[in-house]
């Protein structure tokens, strides 16, 4: 149970899901686990109690991608321009309003909506907060609300907590992970998930394609030592070309390689967008906080695990990045 929440809130949440008869759920453009298990494992919550339920993410034509499509619950998800009005609008793991992408107006135009959230840097977009940056993943938060409505757990409504809970976590492996936590990933085995399926197909399942780009990617890192202060930067670069023809969330696990450099406390993986763009994904171990890093480039995130976004070129994307370590690290 976390603390950080006032009993109000949660009230005013309460009484929102009690007034309406359909919900919409948006989870953040290119979904995580976090985001899309948080949204669909309370969709079917509230499906239970006589909802009607639509999920969505703010993409045009958002399909969801083949690595999540297992996530109980998918049968929810429809792309935003197939949805028909709903009464109350909850955002699941959304930081900030740039990452509803064509949501953000549905969002807006509702009378209410919740925010449930995670991130420290969350802007405030909303009418009520479910926010407390010291949950583990939005999905922990997400379970304290499916149990304040006293909706009895199915291993559908668990499964999709638990790749969230699990996926923000790093495996329960992060800072992030309390007791707590643990806890509440052994109710959720407790509730009849397939951990040991659940962890394959989240973490240790890939085309092989993907392994080649991310050896590839690696096999370009560069080190600084001397970066961040002397605490170390390390970082690669996959280009549109590099990807071979996948989609760029194929290269979302190359950080999950390169932050096991020892050499380096920080490191940083820029993958370029179909349209150009470049999108950084930060990392650091323990004395580095990227989240304010990627703050001042624009972008947010957690103390440990953050990013940001450039219009830049890519040798000037990373010189931005090492000056901004230099000065916030
Ligand atoms: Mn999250």
Same mark, same amino acid.
């Given at each position: ?9 949660? /009230? ?18 290119? *979904? ?7 949204? !669909? ?7 239970? =109690? ?11 034509? %958002?399909?969801? *991608? ?23 609008? &909850?955002?699941?793991?959304?930081s900030?309003?740039?990452? =509803?992408?064509?949501?953000? #107006?549905? =969002? ?9 959230d995670?991130h420290s840097s969350f802007t405030g977009?909303?009418? &009520?907060? =479910?926010v ?22 199915? *291993?559908?409504?668990?499964?999709? &907590? ?5 996926? /923000?976590?790093?495996? %329960?492996? %992060? ?27 989240? %973490?240790?399942?890939?085309? !092989? ?23 170390? !930067? ?12 996948? *989609? ?6 190359? &950080? ?8 380096? #406390? ?8 179909? /349209? ?5 994904? !930060? ?47």
């Amino acid at each position: 149970m976390t603390n950080f929440l006032a009993q109000p809130e949660w /009230d005013k949440a309460l009484a929102a899901v009690s007034d309406c008869t359909s919900v919409l759920l948006l989870a953040h453009v290119t *979904p995580d686990a976090d985001a899309l298990g948080s949204a !669909l494992g309370l969709g079917l919550a509230l499906q239970s =109690l006589g909802k009607k339920v639509q999920v969505t993410v703010g993409e045009e034509n %958002f399909v969801v *991608p083949s690595s999540l499509s297992f996530l109980p619950g998918v049968e929810l998800i429809h792309s935003p321009e197939a949805l028909t009005s709903a009464d109350l609008v &909850i955002s699941c793991d959304v930081s900030s309003d740039a990452r =509803l992408g064509t949501t953000l #107006e549905l =969002l807006q135009a509702a009378k209410v909506s919740i925010a449930i959230d995670h991130h420290s840097s969350f802007t405030g977009f909303g009418t &009520i907060h =479910l926010v407390d940056p010291g949950a583990a993943a939005t999905a922990e938060l997400v379970l304290e609300f499916i149990d304040r409505l006293e909706v009895a757990l199915t *291993p559908e409504i668990a499964g999709a &907590i638990y790749a969230g809970l699990t996926t /923000d976590t790093g495996s %329960f492996k %992060f800072q992030s992970t309390t007791s707590h936590t643990l806890r509440t990933a052994a109710r959720l085995v407790d509730a009849g998930i397939d951990n040991s399926k659940l962890s394959r197909l989240l %973490f240790d399942d890939e085309p !092989l394609a993907a392994l080649v780009m991310m050896g590839e990617a690696v096999s370009r890192a560069k080190l600084l030592p001397e970066a961040a202060n002397g605490a170390g !930067l390390v970082y690669a670069s996959v280009t549109r070309e590099q990807r071979n023809g996948l *989609p760029e969330l194929a290269a979302e696990r190359v &950080i999950e390689a390169l932050r096991r450099t020892s050499e380096a #406390e920080v490191a940083a993986v820029f993958k370029q967008a179909d /349209d150009g763009h470049w999108n950084g994904s !930060l990392r650091s171990k323990s004395s580095v906080d990227v989240g304010a890093v990627a703050m001042a480039l624009g972008g947010g995130g957690h103390k440990y695990a953050a990013g940001f976004s450039s219009t830049l070129d890519l040798s000037a994307t990373i010189d931005l990045l090492i000056e901004k370590l230099a000065i916030t690290a």
